[in-house]
């Protein structure tokens, strides 16, 4: 159900407040309350996946052709918790970005106003992934411990681009997955509202970053370009490789090893990660972004 949040009144009418006073109008006529739009009482139905199967990170191998149907919906399921799981993470890290980046600013601007109504939604959906995780019937999932650090020392020191571009790449990719997920009648219900919450507001926020990446390179140099540009890109592949945790096979009753080695040499899925971000390679391009050290990353992380 829609909010009828009455967004207040602000006085910023730079071109920065045009787009968040436009953001916070969206958000104070489609915005979501987790808590009582997802059906949380009724029982996980064993029949459905957990994500469309086409996005699992074994389909099309060998071992997805041996797997029996039940295996294949468990390991969508458990999928699904882990990238809920990572999107979680990173949802952290970015709330303490954009609050770090506003810091200080005119609490009475829209652009401040739009930022903490953007923590204000992650902060939901941080406990909608958490409960849908629950649900799933998965253990709680972390990166793994050298991506947790990186991510402490990103979130303290990451600024302008760098922040907003890397908030833009995670976004993006949930996104494009998020959208196939949510139509597609073999997930659970439950899963498909989530996804549907999470792309509507999601869309807000990725036109932030996308305004603010574009802002802050502005009056960029070439050597600060070039080094955000590799920040970026590294930020990008920690986030992107840790959004299925390798124990998502054995706890969905898979030889890990096994499992683990078919994943990483699967062309399928590596073509589906290359195809959900092909219009976030195009806005990094056009802001000089993709620099030859960069292309390495996303290249190691199969998004170009």
């Known amino acids: ?21 436009r953001l916070l109008d969206s958000a ?9 739009e997802v059906d949380w009482d009724t029982p996980l139905d064993r029949d459905c996946h957990g994500a469309s199967p086409e996005w699992s990170t074994l389909y099309g191998t ?11 919906k468990e390991l969508t399921r458990q999928e699904a918790a882990s990238v809920a799981s990572t999107g979680i993470w990173f949802e952290m890290i970015l709330q303490q970005m ?17 930022a903490l109504t953007e923590i204000a939604e992650e902060c939901r959906h941080s406990i909608m992934f958490a409960r849908g995780a629950a649900k799933l019937g998965a253990p709680p999932y972390r990166p793994h411990r050298l991506a947790v ?35 597609d009648e073999r997930v659970a219900p439950f899963v498909r509202t989530i996804n549907n919450i999470h792309v509507v507001e999601e869309s807000r926020h990725m036109k932030f970053a996308r305004d603010q990446t574009r802002k802050r390179l502005a009056g960029a140099g070439r050597v ?81």
């Open 224 to 304: 600060r370009r070039r080094i955000n540009a590799l920040v970026i890109a590294i930020a990008s592949y920690v986030i992107v490789t840790s959004m299925v945790n390798r124990e998502v096979y054995a706890n969905a009753g898979l030889d890990g090893e096994r499992a683990l080695a078919e994943a990483k040499a699967n062309e399928h899925h590596k073509s589906m990660m290359r195809s959900s971000c092909a219009g976030l390679m195009e806005f990094l391009a056009s802001c000089g972004l993709l620099t030859k050290p960069a292309l390495v990353f996303y290249k190691r992380a199969h998004l170009i």
């Open 62 to 72: 060998a071992y997805w052709r041996e797997m029996t149907e039940e295996q294949r």
């Open 28 to 36: 104070a006529v489609l915005a979501y309350d987790p808590a009582t």
């Open 98 to 114: 954009v609050l770090r980046d506003v810091y200080a600013k005119d609490p009475t601007s829209a652009e401040v106003q739009w």
């Open 1 to 21: 159900m829609a909010s009828s949040t009455v967004r207040p009144s602000t006085q910023d009418h730079s071109p920065e407040g045009d787009i968040a006073r």
């Open 149 to 183: 650090e990186l991510g402490r020392v990103f979130k303290s020191v990451a600024f302008g681009e760098a922040a907003y571009a890397a908030i833009l790449v995670a976004e993006e990719v949930l996104d494009v997955m998020q959208r196939d997920w949510m139509r």
